[in-house]
């Protein structure tokens, strides 16, 4: 590296640094609730990604509706589906790294389960009709139906290399009933309870910013995707961790509001094409070198995980979001010359 490298890449992490820190400063309660009248344009909307299933794989849609539960395409919705153990806790790629492999498809209400030399399963999410119970996810009770014994043993085979051990999971109702989780109560108050989704680990929707992934992979041997991150948006156009400072969003028409960081932990560092875990820890390792959460107001909450995306909260009616959607920030209004743009 040059001496002209050197010194970009530093000022990025003084930068990078200094974000984490001063970010918070409208962690307020007494924070306006109403949505902004005038906006800024910031990038657009490059990805869209969905993850049907908590932990199994990917699909991606150009357009997808925005609800309080999150993302929706008809039958398909984002983490409304679970692994769970014969304890009824649930389980993820951080235990079962090759969950990642198994890729998810919707006709309609059929669900179809695809994953490296095992044969195809599918089932009707229509016909699920078993009494609902109580699933554990972070400690908390939460409403699930068993999607049957066929799929059970599918995924205890690929999974286990057992008959069984693990079961799937699905939710049944249009609206939240989980809690906010304690660690977070009294620390990020515009968080409430009808923004922490079906079985998300936190909340329904999350947000990344391409440059900010870039800036990451300047630091790193091996490169990452945001797919490393399995967050829901990801945004093209704003510079690294601008995101940070982000506080009332808008993509296309639909408003959203920046909850809290999106704080990482191992499960980055599975690698989401072979369900394979770095062995370096990478990209956990180098993020804990320099996007580390200072504030002493949510550090408590927080510890040491490191920062990389954003949480976000549904704030308007439910819309449709689409790739190539001009993403906005809210600029507050005493600082809104009267000439800007309300679009």
Not at 214 to 233: H, I, K, S, W
């Amino acid at each position: 590296m040059d001496k002209t490298q050197l010194v970009l890449v530093t000022a990025a992490a003084v930068g990078a640094g200094t974000a984490v820190f001063v970010t918070w400063w409208w962690w307020a309660p007494e924070k306006k609730q109403k949505p902004p009248s005038k906006w800024q344009k910031v990038g657009e909307l490059s990805d869209i990604m969905v993850f049907p299933i908590k932990s199994l794989g990917i699909v991606r849609k150009k357009e997808m509706l925005c609800t309080k539960l999150g993302l929706k395409s008809g039958w398909m919705k984002d983490r409304t589906l679970m692994v769970i153990d014969h304890d009824g806790r649930f389980l993820t790629a951080r235990q079962l790294p090759k969950m990642v492999n198994i890729s998810p498809e919707f006709s309609d209400s059929i669900l179809t389960l695809r994953a490296p030399d095992v044969i195809s399963i599918s089932i009707d999410l229509s016909q699920l009709c078993g009494k609902s119970f109580r699933a554990i996810i972070w400690g908390d009770a939460v409403l699930a139906r068993d999607c049957g014994e066929e799929i059970a043993r599918w995924l205890s085979r690929f999974l286990l290399q057992e008959d069984t051990g693990l079961r799937l999971v699905y939710y049944p109702l249009d609206r939240s009933a989980r809690k906010i989780r304690k660690q977070y109560l009294n620390y990020f108050p515009l968080l409430t309870a009808t923004d922490t989704g079906v079985y998300p680990d936190q909340t329904s929707f999350t947000l990344i910013n391409e440059a900010s992934v870039a800036d990451l992979n300047n630091r790193l041997d091996e490169p990452v995707t945001p797919l490393n991150f399995r967050m829901n948006f990801v945004v093209k156009g704003p510079s690294a961790y601008e995101e940070d400072k982000w506080d009332w969003v808008k993509i296309g028409d639909v408003i959203l509001r920046n909850l809290k960081p999106c704080t990482r932990c191992i499960l980055t560092t599975v690698n989401p094409e072979t369900g394979v875990k770095n062995t370096k820890l990478e990209p956990l390792k180098t993020l804990k070198s320099y996007r580390q959460i200072t504030d002493p107001k949510i550090r408590p909450a927080i510890g040491d995980s490191p920062a990389m995306g954003i949480h976000l909260g549904l704030r308007g009616p439910n819309g449709i979001v689409r790739i190539g959607d001009t993403v906005y920030v809210g600029i507050p209004e005493e600082e809104a010359p009267s000439s800007t743009s309300s679009s």
